[in-house]
């Protein structure tokens, strides 16, 4: 079965080995509360789709107008044999609900390192950070050495609980997913460690958006032994 949780994905588990990140856009507030809703309703009423599925987590933009996707699988072969088998018929039961949503593609990545979770923290984010920073197409490999100098000025406190860095596996750009505690947090950090890697060999560019997380989706206790498949760490 299908279980709803409040419980924010924990980026680190080891069994996620590929992680997706994909955006849709709605138009309006209205519609991204229809929207998650439509999506909870969907999956809720149905069984967990996939072994290889660890969690689904959606997130409601504060542009009012979009939503982030986030999914964590073992494998990319595990989602391809998902999109073959149950996808479509929870796209087309979602697009009755909500017509006219704009899907804005699927970015597949591979976790590269970041500041994790402190022993202890229980906080619960308020806020999520997604950073894209884009690179030429011959600056690929540089974007490893990218990440590894803003792990040198990165540092946990100021409302920061967490951060994650993932390359693309298109080797186009370089994705942070950032826990804070509030927006009020993120505002009142200055942006001077991003200085240092505003001119790194290859970067084109940074985009960003601020997103609350809306709907957990995990596994639930399974039909033979009664037990539920792990959901990631508290949040």
């Known amino acids: 079965m299908t279980r ?7 980026l680190t588990r080891p069994d996620a080995g590929a992680p ?31 072994d290889g599925l660890r969690s689904y987590h959606v997130y409601t933009g504060h542009d009012g107008e979009t939503l982030l996707h986030h999914s964590q699988w073992a494998s990319e072969q595990a989602y391809e044999a998902f999109v073959k088998t149950h996808r479509q018929e929870r796209v087309d039961e979602i697009d009755t ?25 229980t906080r619960v984010p308020g806020l999520v ?37 993932h390359l693309s596996t298109d080797g186009t750009h370089v994705l942070n997913y950032a826990e804070w505690e509030s927006a009020g947090a993120y505002d009142d950090v200055p942006a001077a460690h ?3 890697a505003r001119t790194w060999p290859g970067l ?13 989706l ?10 539920a498949a792990p959901a990631g760490r508290g949040r």
């Open 4 to 10: 709803r949780t409040d419980t924010h994905p924990d």
């Open 129 to 165: 950070v997604i950073v894209r920073a884009d690179f030429a197409p011959e600056a690929a490999e540089r974007r490893a050495g990218w990440v590894d100098l803003l792990l040198g000025t990165v540092e946990r406190g100021h409302g920061l609980i967490s951060a994650h860095f």
């Open 204 to 216: 084109r560019g940074f985009t960003s958006g601020r997103y609350g997380h809306a709907l957990g």
């Open 218 to 227: 995990v596994p639930g206790p399974s039909a033979t032994d009664g037990t």
């Open 20 to 50: 997706f990140f994909s955006t849709w856009r709605v138009g309006t507030p209205e519609r991204q509360r229809q929207a998650v809703e439509a999506i909870a309703r969907t999956w809720e009423r149905r069984p967990w789709p996939a």
């Open 97 to 121: 609900a909500v017509p006219g949503i704009e899907r804005l593609g699927l970015g597949r990545y591979r976790r590269h390192g970041g500041l994790e979770r402190a022993a202890g923290d």
């Open 194 to 196: 991003w200085d240092g």
